[in-house]
């Protein structure tokens, strides 16, 4: 009986959201600029042949929580040689002055998140062409785009002629810059479903190791994997590796009753935007794992096995469907950032039920 059902007709479970800001990921020549669903941006440069690199978070609305940081050196590149970056910069040539007060200050990094001292730096460097290291000519951060990449932070934030843009500066008062939007909440289970037995565990498997028919699987039934764990008291939820690339496994999920008669549904992602570089909405489930105690569903596609680029995506189950809760993406392989610091595109607070 099981022979004759064709999984990819069946009718999928398509999980949306409500809009919030749309996020947003673009490239200024060496800059990317990446601004998140609370209109909270980050833009950073893109690391010189030896790994220096300038980062400028800002918050939306008037409380802006604005981070500054200049890095020689990351988590791959590690301790590199040279003296102190503070004693060491040239801007167009010239030996950068830096009032260091607010500043923490190690011998290659300088981060400040003290908003007047971070005003004063931008408004020093963003007319200038390039900052550089004193002893290493191709050690540079190009700032020739950084205005444009400001630019557009002010205008996602809606700061333009405002007293407090960064780019085009003007007499709006700050009280009228607009307030983050509000943070979507992500709700979990009240509890986590009653674990599969060892019974439901093999049969569950045989089913989807037996009857995923090769339209919906392109990988040799003997090399796909095939994992079960439980979504609620009744149904559980069916991984099946379908596609295999040098980096990246792509799966096919299934709601599925726990019991026979096995009742599967195909489960689609849908993200609440478009990502950048993407004309749709739906997500491939690459490499994911599912935790069935907090029902978390996670996602990481590396676009190099270095892992310094790709998306990375968290899902909660809530009892009903699956809810984008994180979606974090780096375009840029530049041996910079590692997953955990990708640039985050949508984020949520988590909530329990309320009784």
Excluded at 23 to 30: A, E, I, R, V, Y
Excluded at 197 to 214: A, C, K, V, W, Y
Aim: with cysteine; net charge negative; hydrophobic share 35%.
């Amino acid at each position: 009986m099981y022979d004759r059902i064709k999984w990819l007709s069946l009718a999928p479970l398509i999980f949306t959201t409500v809009l919030y800001a749309q996020p947003l990921q673009k490239t200024f020549g060496s800059w990317q600029i990446t601004c998140n669903n609370l209109n909270r941006c980050e833009a950073r440069s893109f690391p010189s042949s030896d790994g220096l690199a300038m980062t400028i978070v800002r918050q939306a609305g008037q409380d802006d929580d604005p981070l500054l940081r200049i890095d020689y050196g990351s988590g791959y590149s590690g301790e590199l040689s040279g003296g102190a970056l503070q004693d060491n910069l040239l801007l167009d040539g010239q030996r950068l002055r830096l009032d260091l007060k607010h500043w923490h200050t190690t011998p290659h990094h300088l981060i400040s998140d003290h908003r007047i001292s971070v005003n004063e730096f931008l408004a020093q460097i963003i007319d200038a062409d390039r900052l550089q290291l004193l002893y290493r000519d191709d050690a540079v951060i190009p700032l020739k785009v950084l205005k444009a990449a400001l630019l557009l932070m002010d205008s996602v934030q809606g700061r333009v002629n405002s007293a407090s843009a960064w780019a085009r500066r003007g007499p709006r008062p700050g009280w009228e810059v607009p307030a983050a939007p509000g943070i979507p909440q992500v709700y979990q289970p009240e509890r986590p479903p009653l674990p599969l037995t060892p019974e439901e565990t093999r049969e569950l498997i045989d089913f989807g190791s037996q009857h995923i028919n090769s339209e919906s699987c392109s990988l040799d039934r003997l090399r796909r994997q095939v994992s079960v764990s439980p979504l609620t008291d009744d149904k559980a939820l069916l991984l099946v590796g379908c596609e295999m690339g040098a980096y990246n496994v792509i799966d096919l999920a299934f709601e599925v009753t726990r019991q026979p008669p096995y009742i599967p549904q195909h489960i689609t992602l849908m993200l609440p935007f478009v990502p950048p570089d993407r004309s749709d909405r739906q997500l491939d489930l690459i490499n994911a794992d599912y935790d069935a105690e907090s029902g978390q569903l996670l996602t990481f596609s590396k676009m190099r096995g270095l892992g310094d680029c790709g998306v990375a995506t968290r899902w909660q189950y809530n009892g009903r469907e699956f809810v984008l809760a994180e979606y974090a993406q780096e375009s840029i392989c530049d041996a910079w950032n590692s997953s955990d610091r990708w640039p985050a595109l949508w984020i949520t607070q988590q909530r329990r039920p309320s009784n």
